[in-house]
T-cell receptor, first 115, second 109 residues
């Protein structure tokens, strides 16, 4: 069965609005979760590391005020795309690890389209 | 950071054929993993293989860490094998995965 659940799988929103994406670890508690972004026909790029109970760590070039991350519990991290613009349209995927030196698991992904 | 190169970038196979996908690294890697991204975007972990060889059904993978490469073998390919295959690695003690650009596989009936 699924280890990670991501919701919604697809969302269309208007420019200027905010969209929240949820990532749930179903099988185990995850103090750390990861958010990736994937443009069409490209690889996955790490956006940020979500840390339970503390601030997220953002990769260089990722606007923390644009992409708000909250990791309020050991099984849930949320990514909010604020004041979305068409250039924010992309595929967003979350990931969790069962532990170091083990497999990484990914959510189903969220395809965001900003019109 | 460590560069990850995957080859070939695209591959078209007739159903039933075998294939080998390759991942080269610019330096020593840890936590090497292979993933399959299906046409709907879902990433499935195929192998966690920092070294050695593993097999799972029609798929197998080999990592030769000393020579900085990993191979993914697909035998008797099926149309459901279509998608993009990524290799990814993270550094020692790190959860942050860096991915190659992927190999897009199309298996035709």
């Amino acid at each position: 069965g699924a280890v990670v659940s991501q919701h919604p799988s697809r969302v269309i929103c208007k420019s200027g609005t905010s969209v929240k994406i949820e990532c749930r670890s179903l099988d185990f508690q995850a103090t750390t979760m990861f958010w990736y972004r994937q443009f069409p026909k490209q690889s996955l790029m790490l956006m940020a590391t979500s840390n339970e109970g503390s601030k997220a760590t953002y990769e260089q070039g990722v606007e923390k005020d644009k992409f708000l991350i909250n990791h309020a519990s050991l099984t849930l991290s949320t990514l909010t795309v604020t004041s979305a613009h068409p250039e924010d349209s992309s595929f967003y995927i979350c990931s969790v690890w069962r532990g170091l030196n083990t497999e990484a698991f990914f959510g189903q992904g969220t395809r965001l389209t900003v019109v | 950071g460590i560069q990850v190169e995957q080859s070939p970038p695209d591959l078209i196979l007739q159903e039933g054929a075998n294939s080998t996908l390759r991942c080269n690294f610019s330096d020593s890697v840890n936590n090497l993993q292979w993933f399959h991204q299906n046409p709907w975007g879902q990433l499935i972990n195929l192998f966690y293989i920092p070294s050695g060889t593993k097999q799972n059904g029609r798929l197998s993978a080999t990592t030769v860490a000393t020579e900085r490469y990993s191979l993914l073998y697909i035998s008797s390919s099926q149309t459901t094998d279509s998608g993009v295959y990524f290799c990814g690695h993270s550094g020692a003690g790190s959860y942050q995965l860096t991915f190659g650009k992927g190999t897009k596989l199309s298996v035709i009936p």
